[in-house]
């Protein structure tokens, strides 16, 4: 599945501000869907909302986690980490 992601749609661009705190709100869960008995790993949905509620939808009662989403999050996280990482490694 493609996600159009283009600028030229989008308004009001910024960068996520304090990504490692919001990832650090999160918590990944495996888990066993009781309907297939199939396992999956992801976010509990009600958490999510909890914190970053334009991740989740709830369309009809059934409630679902926009995880093409997160991604933004998650690579602002890792360089957030990085560059302390560089910077700590800039003072031994």
Partial sequence: ??????????????????PPDLVGKLRGVSWTW???????QGVIYEELAA?????????????????????GLLIESIKALKAEID??????
Wanted: glycine share 10%; charged share 25%; no cysteine.
């Fill in 1 to 18: 599945m493609t996600a159009f992601s283009s600028a030229a749609a989008k308004d009001d661009i910024v960068t996520i501000a304090n």
């Fill in 34 to 40: 009781k309907e297939s008995g199939e396992k999956s």
């Fill in 51 to 71: 914190v970053l509620p334009e991740l989740t939808s709830n369309e009809g009662g059934a409630a679902g986690v926009k995880y093409q989403n997160l991604v």
């Fill in 87 to 92: 910077e700590l490694k800039g003072q031994r």
